[in-house]
């Protein structure tokens, strides 16, 4: 069998969106609940028994060239129960996640200063963890519910670049005869699925 030979190509710089860089990285963040109920203590016997993410938004996502940072926000709510029955604790929280960026191979050549478009998503966010426990605020022991949030993150920077456009220097296939009107035949192979 006769390898098919590659035709000569040359490169044509144009100017197209691309991806520069992206990454993709994992972070927990810790916070603590001290109220539930509209203000109430947590009380001493409380014991966790569900913790779950609710209204998670990205609210800015930025690349400086090294790394990619995203502002997350969401709600914490944690279930538990205790001698005077079920509690849910809620907190909202805003957090700056920031990971390595993967610079793809190549780079992007663009115009000084850069002007990237920044998309960031959430891929995964759960709640790892929920314990009680009694932390110190203002030198004055306080109960509280301790949660362990992960949070796996995507990220990605396009920008105008100078692209190369490879194109032949020569005829790169061979073009059909002109037909006759009426004389087309169309184009057929053969199909797994297709009649």
Same mark, same amino acid.
């Given at each position: 069998?006769?390898?098919?030979? =590659?035709?000569? &190509?040359? %490169?044509?710089?144009?100017?197209?969106?691309?991806?520069?860089?992206?990454?993709?990285?994992? /972070?927990?963040?810790e916070h603590d609940l001290t109220t539930f109920n509209e203000g109430q203590p947590i009380p001493d016997d409380a014991c966790p028994i569900?913790? #779950?993410?609710?209204?998670?938004?990205?609210?800015?996502?930025?690349?400086?060239?090294?790394?990619? $940072?995203?502002? =997350?926000?969401?709600? =914490?709510?944690?279930? @538990? &129960?205790?001698? #005077?029955?079920?509690?849910?604790?809620?907190?909202?929280?805003?957090?700056? !996640?920031?990971?390595?960026?993967?610079? !793809?191979?190549? #780079? %992007?050549?663009?115009?000084?200063? *850069?002007?990237?478009?920044?998309?960031?998503?959430?891929?995964?966010?759960?709640?790892?963890?929920? !314990? @009680?426990?009694?932390?110190?605020?203002?030198?004055? *022991?306080?109960?509280?519910?301790? !949660? /362990?949030?992960?949070?796996?993150? @995507?990220?990605?920077?396009?920008?105008?670049?100078?692209?190369?456009?490879?194109?032949? &220097? /020569?005829?790169?296939?061979?073009? *059909? /005869?002109?037909?006759?009107?009426? #004389?087309?035949?169309? @184009?057929?192979? *053969? $199909?797994? $699925? %297709?009649?």
């Amino acid at each position: 069998m006769s390898e098919r030979q =590659v035709p000569a &190509t040359q %490169c044509i710089p144009v100017i197209m969106r691309k991806v520069c860089a992206w990454a993709r990285g994992c /972070e927990c963040n810790e916070h603590d609940l001290t109220t539930f109920n509209e203000g109430q203590p947590i009380p001493d016997d409380a014991c966790p028994i569900h913790c #779950g993410v609710a209204n998670v938004s990205v609210t800015e996502a930025t690349y400086d060239g090294l790394e990619f $940072c995203l502002k =997350v926000q969401y709600t =914490v709510t944690v279930v @538990f &129960t205790y001698s #005077g029955g079920i509690g849910m604790a809620t907190g909202t929280f805003n957090v700056t !996640v920031c990971i390595p960026a993967n610079v !793809v191979p190549g #780079g %992007c050549i663009v115009c000084t200063p *850069p002007e990237f478009n920044v998309c960031g998503i959430i891929e995964d966010i759960r709640c790892c963890k929920a !314990v @009680f426990t009694v932390i110190q605020i203002n030198n004055a *022991p306080v109960n509280a519910i301790h !949660v /362990e949030v992960q949070k796996k993150i @995507f990220a990605e920077a396009d920008a105008n670049a100078i692209v190369c456009l490879p194109v032949c &220097t /020569e005829q790169c296939i061979e073009l *059909p /005869e002109p037909t006759q009107p009426g #004389g087309c035949a169309g @184009f057929s192979q *053969p $199909c797994d $699925c %297709c009649p």
